[in-house]
């Protein structure tokens, strides 16, 4: 019967075995044989020796760790007395131990809201929960007590543990009733959750046929009750066999279900509520699979599957308590709902032909042609006396105003980009995958066509700003008589743009933020328009039926379904740069905001405000100051965006650092991609 369950008690056995393993004389072996590990104290004390030689003095040491981890399978594999030891004392552990927590609970996330759930972490950490001897979890925390031990434990290669677990033999007398029955407890407790979890609304309205959909969640319950329900009796184990295998297919076909209810969120959208409940109900669902593998009489084991768990288990029991894991994983279940609707706004901004790199171009002349305006509105409105709420209000409405215009018209800002693109970017990691690995080619020519992009909107927005500001400057003077800003004010204008006289590289990197915070902003509307059903009930609503013609409907609908998420999301950047400068006039720190269009065109005014009186240094030190202005404003609002949209699909980066040469010899190979459309280029082109 496979069991594989022991993981850290099998560790210190194995330890055991290397101490034996020194003095290879017959007698020593036999010696092994009679340690009295069956004691639970006696083979815990080894279980923590045994990892304590494993263990490297820095958990990010995986190399040490691995080669001290071979060191002890060839000790296994030479010492064979030592390991009966070893499966005797495990067999003697779980059956004096509690397991059913270990299997039900740990690794899963748990069922409580978001507040309840980091409002006891909280406690915890100030006060740990109380685990008594008699749990399984007891063990893992005694005997992985370094709290950095899950990452030596993940590092190490699957291969190896599945080698040390298939060494083990994990072949454990599954005819103690003791253990069975903590087995079956589990897999009923397991059974009964994921039923419930299957028929919850958030899973249910999206089936496209409930009775066929939530069949499988049914009768895997059923077929568990009565699997439950047999004698552990000789003349009902075939009938028990035949239970097993049918709710292991029925699992199989909750997992359907699972993913086909995630294909839907791009045309349906999602909830966190959804997401959660997907994700604990996937847990449960892999959870079941291994108790199946375990109580099933094949001798058959998914070894990959139980080393998961094992990893999972050492890393939650690790970090349980950890507030910045739970912020982050909550994170990641709302990641999705708002990289991938504010991904669908992205596909524009990235360009593959020539003509869709024109069309960029020219769609950012027509943004810095508004952009002028804007900011030439902007030090107008600073001349009206008032408090400096006000004065942020004004600001905030005219740079809103000025981003719906942007919107309404085609136009393009080069800022408002990135937020949107960041999910096509980590989007093409799922892209003609190869096997299991994400396409990194793919990966990088994408950042090409992102790349080629920016740079036409920059070039667009900022070859319009500067000229266009300064000609407008010049007819306001000669309409009025008075310059729009002239003296100390001009001067003020250019000095707030250079980055040693001013703060303004930190105040780029607080724009690049709200850019990004935007982005998100409209990415939540547009998903919620879309899981909320927005449209369809504002059409069926009365009182607007009431109220508006057949043609003004269709057109505010169809407005609110295509718009309505980049609208909150223009207000909310207009009022996050307008306010900006009253936060930090109110409380008295270094807080306001640059953004490299507005700042061109501040620079234009100031540059006519002091009637050219500026020197060559002056100005190129100006400019440079701009540029980095811009280059900011990109990489955090790109950076911010990216993170979450890799989050939204369980993707760490740092497991693909061949990356950046992929991109290095596709940057040194095709450097003119990176600044214009070429001809068809396909992954293909980079081997």
Known sequence: MAFINPWPLLY??????????????????????????????????????????????NAKDIALASIRFKA???????????????????????????????????????????????????????????QTPDNFLYVINRIFYN???????????????????????????????????????????????????????????????????????????RLVSEYMALKQDIASQAMRTILLANT????????????????????????????????????????????????????????????????????????KNSIREF?????????????????????????????????????????????????????????????????GFLYSTNYSLGFILIQDTGSTLATKQPAYTANNVASSFDAQKIGEHPDLRNLAITIGKVSRTQLASFTGNLIVVFPLTYILAWLFFAATGVKIAEGDAARKLLTDQQPLHSPAWLYACFTGFFLFASGLIAGYVE????????????????????????????????????????LIGNISLGFFLGMAGFIGNTFGIPFDIRHITISAANVAIGFFGLDHQVTAGEIWYTLVGVMGIGFLNFAVSFGLAFLVAVKSRGIH???????????????????????????????AHLK
């Open 147 to 221: 709290k950095r031990d899950y990452i030596w434990v993940s590092g190490i290669d699957t291969d190896l543990w599945i080698q040390f677990f298939e060494v083990l033999g994990i072949q454990i007398n599954m005819a103690e009733p003791a253990l069975i029955l903590q087995l079956q407890r589990s897999l009923q407790i397991l059974s009964h959750r994921i039923t419930a979890l299957g028929l919850e609304k958030e899973m249910t309205q999206r089936y496209e046929n409930i009775e066929h959909a939530i069949f499988p969640f049914l009768d895997q319950s």
């Open 12 to 57: 210190t056995m194995l330890r055991l075995s290397k101490k034996n393993k020194v003095v290879p004389a017959k007698e020593e072996k036999q010696q092994a044989v009679v340690l009295p590990l069956h004691s639970v104290n006696r083979s815990l004390d080894f279980l923590v020796e045994l990892i304590d030689t494993i263990r490297p003095e």
């Open 327 to 391: 912020l982050s994983e909550n994170t990641g279940y709302l990641a999705y709902q708002i990289a991938e609707h504010g991904g669908r706004t992205g596909e524009k901004f990235i360009t593959t032909t020539r003509k869709d790199f024109w069309r960029m171009f020219n769609s950012s002349v027509g943004g810095g042609i508004i952009i002028s305006f804007i900011g030439i509105i902007k030090n107008l409105l600073s001349k009206i006396p008032g408090t400096p709420f006000w004065h």
């Open 527 to 566: 998903n919620y328009l879309v899981h909320g059903r927005i449209t369809e009930r504002l059409r069926n609503l009365p009182s607007f039926k009431n109220s508006f013609t057949e043609r003004r409907r269709y057109k505010i609908i169809y407005y609110v379904e295509n718009n309505l998420g980049s």
């Open 653 to 683: 980066l740092r497991e693909y650092p061949q990356f950046l040469g992929i991109l290095f010899r596709y940057l040194k190979k095709y450097p003119q991609d990176f600044i214009k459309a070429p001809a068809l280029r396909t992954a």
């Open 248 to 319: 292991t297919e029925a699992l199989h076909n909750c997992n359907q279900t699972i993913q086909s209810i995630r294909e839907q969120r791009t045309a349906y959208g999602t909830s966190l509520a959804q997401t959660f409940i997907i994700t604990r109900l996937q847990q449960q669902v892999d959870r079941l699979f291994i108790i199946l593998d375990v109580l099933d009489t094949d001798n058959s084991f998914n070894t990959q599957r139980f080393v998961d768990y094992f990893k999972t288990v050492v890393r939650n029991e690790n970090r």
């Open 72 to 130: 002890l399978l060839y000790q296994m594999g030479q010492d064979r007395s030592s390991l009966f030891s070893l499966r005797k004392a495990l067999l003697t552990q779980f059956l004096k131990t509690n397991i059913v927590n270990a299997l039900t609970e740990s690794g899963i996330v748990s069922s409580r809201g978001f507040v309840q759930e980091l409002r006891g972490k909280i406690l915890h950490k100030l006060l740990p929960e109380l």
